[in-house]
């Protein structure tokens, strides 16, 4: 094998940064590494995860230190490929990956390999640092693949792009740190039945056929990248009622370490049928001005939401969604709940003197938790022959807005001096009828003459 990226899996120690840079010969029956000069780290959307871009050969040209070569004659076999993604504590990274072939062969599927990290992370490391090791400052995700043919005379190369998640900060707010990220590559053998694929692996015997490099970690593919993370804190679940206008602060929570930070346009969206949307300002825009933490400050806009008159009651979300002009969003949502403010209520007195039932009449206060809301009034009082009741009035009430109406229900004194002297008490009921309510309510109350 011919390659800048892969040394043999015996431990070597730590060589000088300057070595990195120069082309390194280790001879297998067959190998693949890591093709200089196509390592990367991008974040594509503006925000959000990291791209991680690489290019595996199956052979490295060692007078083109640019170029994949073909598989010298002899030397064609079967291999399994490895790969660690050397990662910031608390990164995210994929349980798998794909690597896409330039052309002419089946793409590669990387596994999350625990096996893999843990040979990866003994390994030392080619770089400023000049430690043994994984370096300070990062951990290994480790990963394998199937196995793979590789064919005298051909060159083949495969292009893996896994994405990797920012890793969060200490209090949990946006995380703006430069995102530091390598890649090392290995590889190993497979002679079915002999060395299988399901063997362990083995970086310390090459002896038997058991040819296996667990990758040595050069300077080259290590690279730093400036990243900008925004977090929306959401409010409170917000009750409110039929009608209303609310106004929802959302919290921005911004950092960026990029060289051309994101800017945002602010959306709100509703499960709640009919309701005006709109936010108090659509855009965003905030340069970092913390230089330990790389965040703006804390920012506020706020999602404007007119609940229609006849909303229903329920809980219904509100999204809050900011997407950078690259192309990422991120989003959060909090909860409306339409609800009546209290419950309607009918006041009357419990004893009613008869001259004033006559003269100015009964008084009668309603209370309309909700505008619209509709009272069907009906006073009772005994039928001639003392069985059952009789209607005497109706009244019908809209509220105009949410509070009291007050009313007076008056009798003639004729019907009066009759209730008198049948002694059975008045009984007044309501139907009452809310917007957003699935059905009426019903109130009784009770009022006798004296």
Not at 100 to 109: D, F, L, N
Not at 369 to 377: D, E, G, K, W
Request: aromatic residues 6%; charged residues 20%; positive net charge.
């Amino acid at each position: 094998m011919h390659t800048a990226a892969v040394l043999s899996a015996r431990r070597v120690k730590a060589l000088p940064a300057i070595v990195a840079s120069v082309a390194l010969v280790v001879v297998f029956s067959g190998c693949a590494g890591l093709k200089p000069g196509s390592y990367s780290l991008s974040q594509q959307a503006g925000i959000g995860p990291v791209t991680m871009k690489f290019t595996l050969c199956t052979q490295t040209e060692p007078s083109k230190s640019s170029a994949c070569g073909p598989v010298p004659t002899g030397e064609g076999t079967q291999a399994q490929l490895m790969v660690g993604l050397l990662v910031p504590p608390g990164a995210s990274t994929p349980d798998s990956f794909a690597a896409v072939p330039a052309a002419g062969s089946p793409a590669i599927t990387f596994t999350r390999s625990a096996e893999v990290a843990a040979r990866m992370s003994t390994n030392a490391y080619d770089g400023p640092r000049e430690v043994f090791g994984t370096p300070a400052g990062f951990e290994v995700a480790g990963y394998i693949s199937e196995t793979v043919n590789e064919v005298e005379g051909q060159a083949v190369e495969w292009t893996a792009e896994p994405s990797l998640g920012l890793p969060p900060a200490a209090d949990g707010g946006s995380s703006g740190d430069p995102f530091k990220a390598i890649v090392a590559s290995g590889w190993r053998n497979v002679v079915e039945p002999a060395l299988p694929a399901s063997r362990p692996i083995d970086c310390e015997n090459a002896e038997g056929g058991n040819e296996t490099s667990c990758g040595l970690i050069l300077a080259e593919f290590e690279a730093t990248l400036g990243v900008s993370d925004l977090k929306i804190k959401p409010p409170a679940t917000t009750a409110v009622v039929p009608g209303q206008k609310v106004k929802l602060p959302f919290g921005l929570d911004f950092a960026s370490s990029a060289a051309e930070r994101p800017k945002f346009t602010l959306a709100v969206g509703s499960t709640l049928p009919g309701a005006g949307l709109g936010v108090s300002n659509k855009t965003f825009n905030r340069a970092p001005s913390d230089p330990a933490t790389h965040r703006a400050p804390a920012t506020t806009r706020k999602a404007i939401v007119q609940v229609p008159a006849s909303a229903r009651f329920g809980s219904y979300e509100v999204s809050f969604t900011a997407t950078a002009t690259q192309g990422g969003a991120v989003a959060s949502s909090t909860r409306l709940l339409v609800k009546p403010k209290g419950q309607p209520k009918v006041k009357a007195p419990k004893k009613v003197k008869a001259n004033l039932a006559y003269r100015r009449g009964i008084p009668v206060e309603l209370f309309a938790p909700i505008a619209a809301t509709r009272f069907r009034l009906v006073l009772q009082g005994p039928r001639p022959n003392g069985k059952g009741r009789v209607r005497l009035l109706k009244r019908v009430r809209r509220a105009k807005a949410l509070g009291p109406i007050k009313l007076r229900l008056r009798l003639s004194r004729g019907r009066v001096e009759g209730l008198l002297a049948a002694g059975k008490p008045l009984r007044l009921e309501a139907k009452v009828n809310q917007p957003g309510a699935s059905k009426p309510q019903r109130l009784v109350r009770t009022l006798k003459l004296r």
